[in-house]
């Protein structure tokens, strides 16, 4: 089974940048589908950003501008550069991917997660 491994996290001011990395164990280009989730304090895990193989992407509205989702099939490596950083953008962020075209189907991966503080 694949594995996936997040880096990158940790505390930045608003304003500020971080790139994180989902770094996988094998192939994933199995991985029709990646995205990055994340998980605020007492608040249900969102969708941030997703990526399909042939690169179309989407993000959620709260991101969109300042956060960029790319994939690197030959490096085995999702990544997310967040730019503009807000106090709202804490959270664990989980690296996510499925065979499937869309989340919550085929068979699915998670990381385990990377701790993202923004301070104000």
């Known amino acids: 089974q694949v594995q996936l491994v997040e880096s990158g996290g940790g505390l930045v001011q608003a304003g500020g940048s971080l790139r994180l990395s989902c770094a996988a164990s094998g192939s994933i280009s199995g991985f029709n589908f990646m995205a990055w989730y994340r998980q605020a304090p007492e608040k249900q895990r969102e969708l941030v950003a997703g990526i399909l193989s042939g690169g179309r992407t989407n993000y959620a509205d709260s991101v969109k501008g300042r956060f960029t989702i790319s994939r690197d099939n030959a490096k085995k490596t999702v990544y997310l550069q967040m730019d503009s950083l807000k106090t709202e953008d804490t959270g664990v962020y989980y690296c996510?991917?499925?065979?499937?075209?869309?989340?919550?189907?085929?068979?699915?991966?998670w990381g385990q997660g990377t701790l993202v503080t923004v301070s104000s």
């Open positions: 996510y991917g499925t065979t499937a075209n869309s989340p919550g189907w085929g068979t699915s991966r």
